[in-house]
């Protein structure tokens, strides 16, 4: 169940709507299920004409804004849409008229058994839900409170899945990244966009973010991947920047100007307060890639370590969840498997991955915009994380073939590492983290469901799901900026020597699910 919650001034247009046929759904049947009196003495009539007279009504509800003894907020009407899930079942005027006082109890507007509080009516015009409509002007004279009125809805509605049976909604914890607006998903469509320059842009700044040891490989990788960039400089210390703002160049608005996003638009954890919290973290470093960080090309050799390492720093991070009880770690780890992710996605260009990337990106934070403090094991993945942005930019004059293996498993790998993570949520109780960190698992599972191809005989050490690795093939195959799907047959039938596992790299591997 979800509450939408919007200020207004004018009651009388509210109204109007309410009682009117709708403007995307049809209105059918309107009437007042719950209100500060009787639904039947409340329910306006009709005119001469057949129409809906709300003149009675407007000024029964509004009569306290003349009796208030301080100035009227600016806006006060005070409207709010509670509606149920699809697949909910329908429920009665008498359970949404509890509903409504349920809202109006949390909010504080009409506490129970407050005869002095503000009037308002519950309207139902569809099966769904209804809509409140409140006139913020208690009868007492004094002003309620509004402050933070959308977590208190958000209450009242968890409160009201439980007590129906409803379907239960993520707690507003900020984990969740902003979505599109309705303006920027009616621009896409019309201009035919595969996404909405918001989405676009959050998965590009994760994936720059997670490449960059600093804030001038952060802007550079920006600039390099398309994106527009520009910084905001202190008023009180002239030269140090304090943040940042990103656009596309095809999103323009009016005037033909770029439409800029902060970092906080995008997501609580890209803000360029919490990258450089990330980037001042003493930061690991591989000894098998300290000389590549200083060359302008990289060999294949190097390229294949580096997928290699990636999947062995997966392998033992999945390990690590199911194993170490700290909370700390888990949660680094939690949050350096979506480093990985990114950039996995960001190397290879396949559309099916970034989106498991997107549905992932809520289970990778903390509530509240909490940080972790960095851990060796957390530090590992990001480590990795960085090397495989180097093989993406240093290794673009043209991948190989024999790379799809190694990537694959390393697919796999990452795969595992997210089924481990669903566990770590779901024993912490956080049901919305733990389900988008199954649904990514599940994205990365099902990409080659219709490949034929058997599993790679590359690593002799076989994951449990041979399905992940047919998924994986399809996936290195089809995102690859050079398509590997000629050569994949010849790769399959090579045979290709086993990596030897680096000095002090976890062998062990933790139960199967």
């Not at 209450?155 to 902003?178: F, K, Q, S």
């Not at 990788?221 to 140090?240: C, Q």
Request: hydrophobic fraction near 35%; proline fraction near 8%; aromatic fraction near 6%.
């Amino acid at each position: 169940m979800i509450g939408k919650v919007t200020r207004g001034e004018n009651l009388a247009r509210l109204l109007s709507y309410l009682y009117g046929p709708g403007t995307r759904n049809e209105h059918v049947h309107p009437h007042i299920v719950a209100g500060f009196r009787l639904p039947m003495a409340l329910e306006p009539g009709l005119d001469a004409r057949g129409h809906r007279d709300f003149r009675h009504l407007i000024g029964v509800m509004t009569s306290p804004l003349d009796t208030l003894r301080h100035t009227p907020l600016t806006l006060p009407v005070w409207q709010c849409s509670v509606r149920a899930a699809p697949t909910d079942r329908t429920l009665s005027d008498d359970d949404w008229a509890d509903i409504a006082e349920e809202v109006m109890h949390q909010t504080g507007f009409a506490p129970r058994g407050d005869d002095q509080a503000c009037r308002w009516i519950a309207v139902r015009h569809a099966d769904d839900h209804i809509h409140l409509a409140v006139v913020l002007a208690r009868e007492d004279g004094r002003n309620p409170n509004v402050h933070r009125d959308y977590y208190k809805v958000a209450d009242a509605c968890h409160i009201a899945e439980e007590r129906y049976g409803l379907t239960r909604t993520a707690p507003a914890d900020r984990t969740a990244a902003p979505r599109p607006t309705r303006a920027e998903t009616e621009l896409t469509d019309r201009k035919n966009w595969p996404e909405p320059p918001r989405t676009t842009l959050r998965r590009r700044v994760a994936a720059a973010a997670a490449g960059a040891e600093n804030e001038a490989d952060f802007f550079a990788a920006l600039e390099d991947a398309g994106v527009l960039v520009k910084t905001r400089e202190s008023t009180r210390d002239p030269g140090e920047i304090t943040g940042y703002a990103v656009a596309l160049p095809h999103h323009t608005n009016q005037e033909g100007q770029p439409v800029w996003f902060s970092g906080g638009r995008l997501a609580a954890n890209l803000t360029l307060p919490k990258l450089r919290h990330r980037w001042s973290a003493p930061q690991g470093r591989s000894p098998s890639y300290q000389h590549t960080f200083y060359r302008g090309e990289l060999t294949h050799e190097e390229r294949s370590a580096a997928y290699q390492q990636a999947a062995r720093a997966a392998a033992t991070a999945t390990w690590q969840m199911r194993h170490i009880q700290d909370p700390r770690v888990r949660a680094d780890v939690a949050a350096a498997a979506a480093d990985v992710l990114n950039v996995t996605a960001a190397i290879t260009g396949n559309r099916e991955l970034a989106e498991a990337a997107d549905f992932y990106d809520r289970a990778a934070r903390e509530p509240y915009g909490y940080q972790p403090p960095h851990t060796p094991y957390g530090t590992n993945l990001r480590t990795v994380a960085r090397a495989l942005a180097l093989c993406e930019i240093r290794g673009r004059r043209g991948y190989r073939p024999s790379l799809a293996g190694v990537l694959l498993h390393l697919i796999v790998q990452v795969a595992a590492l997210i089924e481990a993570v669903a566990e770590f949520r779901q024993l912490q109780q956080r049901d919305a983290q733990a389900a988008a960190a199954r649904k990514a698992a599940a994205q990365l599972t099902s990409l080659g469901r219709h490949t034929t191809r058997p599993p790679s005989p590359t690593f002799p050490r076989t994951p449990p799901n041979p399905t992940a690795e047919k998924n994986a093939a399809r996936l290195a195959a089809t995102g690859f900026p050079i398509p590997l799907g000629n050569q994949l047959s010849d790769y399959q039938g090579q045979p290709v020597r086993p990596t030897p596992p680096q000095p002090g790299s976890h062998r062990r591997r933790g139960p199967s699910r």
